[in-house]
C-alpha cells in the first residue's frame, strides 16, 4: 500500500510540478525507481520462508491473474 501511495505521489508531482525540460531525467529516474521497485518485491518474495514450496501455486494464480484480463481485452476488442 505504502508503494501505491508513493507512486500516486509521483504521478501527481510529474503531472503538475516537475518542469517540461527535465523529461529525459525524469524518465531515467522512473525507470531506475521500477527496476529498484521490482528488485525489492523479488527480495522480499524471496525471503518468505516456505516460498519455494509456494512457488507452484503461486505461479499458477498470477497466470490465470494475466490471462483473465487478456482474454476479456481480445475478446472487447
Same mark, same amino acid.
Given at each position: 500500500m505504502t508503494s501505491m501511495l508513493i507512486?500516486?505521489?509521483?504521478? /501527481?508531482?510529474?503531472?503538475?510540478?516537475?518542469? @517540461?525540460? /527535465? @523529461? @529525459?531525467?525524469?524518465?531515467?529516474?522512473?525507470?531506475?525507481?521500477?527496476?529498484?521497485?521490482?528488485?525489492?518485491?523479488?527480495?522480499?518474495l524471496g525471503s518468505r520462508p516456505g516460498f519455494l514450496e509456494e512457488l507452484g501455486a503461486i505461479g499458477l494464480k498470477s497466470l490465470i491473474f494475466a490471462l483473465l484480463p487478456i482474454l476479456f481485452s481480445v475478446a472487447l476488442v
Open positions: 507512486m500516486f505521489a509521483g504521478v /501527481l508531482v510529474g503531472a503538475t510540478v516537475f518542469p @517540461k525540460g /527535465l @523529461k @529525459k531525467w525524469n524518465d531515467r529516474l522512473q525507470l531506475g525507481m521500477t527496476a529498484l521497485l521490482i528488485f525489492t518485491m523479488g527480495v522480499s
